[in-house]
């Protein structure tokens, strides 16, 4: 975050600037695929109400979604800025004349708006699935031109050139610590200030644990004073500051403490203004709630909110899963910690969704048989939860979903004591799924001709199966073992035995350690690697199937499609990892590969993958997977993996759940599949992930209309220049402030933090 450049906030050292000719891994290609969310329907069915309710959350969302921005680079929000006045001033067309007036090529113009509406799609400039910095794709002096020529500078010529001047180098920069975020050497993170290590970061944590306080609403900033002693402030998310006077649980947390040698210093008031916004918005949702949990729930949100108090949305949380099959279903807060170098800290998102009746019949249907099923999976009982505890499901159709990007499918929420002893809900995005998936046969890589029919004819119903095993038999399953603050076990020590060693339990989490402070940097893959796998095994049964309607050779085919797209999958995850600092970037993908692994292991030509040439002449590569051997080997190799995925995790046993995992993590050379040089085709013949157009609600008297945009870059771009028509300079000016005020913490950035391992 930053501002001007003469003595830049930003030192880039010898930039490598991008060029026209960017490495594609770094850039958005001007074909790029972009979808529209298609929820009219849904819509239509609202009451005055609802729609009234919809449009408030859907504001508090879209509001809250700028966070992500400061949660993302230093010049994310610059760049947000820059564009939102650029495109104020002018429309995409507008602008489109007076860029080709200034010696732009048609080509270059695409590739800028390419890249504007990857910044808005992504809340800022790294993708969002990978977190790959992406760079504008054409000469930085046209883009300049551009900028500095255009209606918006005319207007405001001094904070269009500030803004420009501030974050025009680092837009294009690759230089190699900003290629990815990351910590320490690995990357760039605003999550830390960038002196920060892994070291830091473990600490800190640790400081959290002894203070019960959760990460996931917090950053970490690190100062060394004159004696070379550390001074961190640990700064909460909330719009009220530190100096409040009001007396609050909150407030008894707000003070130094010495812990390990260190200085801490508990803050908060982390993105204030724009809380401020959000919390206006809950607060006259509230108005029109159907009924006293949405009601409570919103209050909690708006104390957690206000005072940066993590127990209140848990508490809010608690009312949102009573609040069983809503018409319009929300969520919002710190939820999702994929982007947090060390795993705890949470990214902001808030989505509103509509209920389609037809599909969440189906999973209503999945969960009545949830408790038989969980008995089919390949751990002894005491390893399960003592309860079921029945949650919604449902099939939405998207209204509003604001972040950083679009899940398929979401069980929430992530607090692991409510998991375990109140239940969640899951909730699979229906009109997600029917436009980020779509799959077009000429782009279908690494499969076999036979297959590629099939595939994009199964590809769809059978994604639908493996969302709903994934969130609801997957994510809810599985019990962890905890002793809490007086002692008490949750588990009979006597009599509980470890399967894979034949012994009484050794290991379990302590009063106040979580999954994933507890499991850190590998816990989000972990997990979706247990819930992929779970997915994969419990589709082999003919009950699951035929409550999604399959039998007979459908039924055959739709786990045939299930388990290869996991084995494809599992070749693209490559893309997905950097070889130069040995490590993952996105946690789904990384549990795909290590599931690949995990079936090639399994031997007996279950699974092959190939490298050859393609038609092209250019290097290319063959998935197969033997649909008569699922069963006879696949079922067995995946029965094992899942026992000891789930052990390891009942017990809190870090080291050996580190061993197992990043054991399959690893990327090597070793024949016969030479993963490394497999990357090198997997990153020459990928395609990127769609962009979504979403809609946009607006209030014209006491009426809510939804307003639709075409699936373009030009129409994602239109989108967010009328999302906020009342105070669009003012979120411009505040996130500047924002990002200004912390800039000095990501000064001399290239130069990696002292103590780096």
Known sequence: MGEPEAGSEFPIGAAAAAGPMADTQYVLPSDIGVSSLDCREAFRLLSPTERLYAHHLSRAAWYGGLVVLLQTSPEAPYIYALLSRLFRAQDPDQLRQ???AEGLTEEEYQAFLVYAAGVYSNMGNYKSFGDTKFVPNLPKEKLERVILGSKAAQQHPEEVGGLWQTCGERMFSLESRLRHLGLGREGITTYFSGN????????????LDSQNLSAYNTRLFKEVGQEGKPHYEVRLASVLGTECSQDTEMTSKLKSHEFQGSHFRVTRGDYAPILQKVVEHLEKAKTYAANSHQEQMLAQYIESFTQGSVEAHKKGSRFW?????????????????YRDPFGSRGEFEGFVAMVNKAMSAKFERLVASAEQLLKELPWPPAFEKDKFLTPDFTSLDVLTFAGSGIPAGINIPNYDDLRQTEGFK???LGNVLAVAYATRREKLTFLEEDDKDLYIRWKGPSFDVQVGLHELLGHGSGKLFVQDEKGAFNFDQETVINPETGEQIQSWYRSGETWDSKFSTIASSYEECRAESVGLYLCLNPQVLEIFGFEGADAEDVVYVNWLNMVRAGLLALEFYTPEAASWRQAHMQ???VILRVLLEAGEGLVSVTPTTGSDGRPDARVRLDRGKIRSVGKPALERFLRRLQVLKSTGDVAGGRALYEGYAAVTDAPPECFLSLRDTVLLRKESRKLIVQPNTRLEGSEVQLLEYEASAAGLIQSFSERFPEDGPELEEILAQLASADACFWKGLCEAPSGQA
């Open 98 to 100: 007076h860029a080709l």
């Open 196 to 207: 920060c290590t892994m070291e830091d970061a473990k600490m800190a944590q640790d400081f």
């Open 321 to 337: 899963i009573q609040d069983k099959g809503p018409i319009v279903e929300s969520y919002i807060g710190f939820i999702e910690s």
């Open 426 to 428: 899951n909730v699979s």
């Open 591 to 593: 549990a795909r590969f």
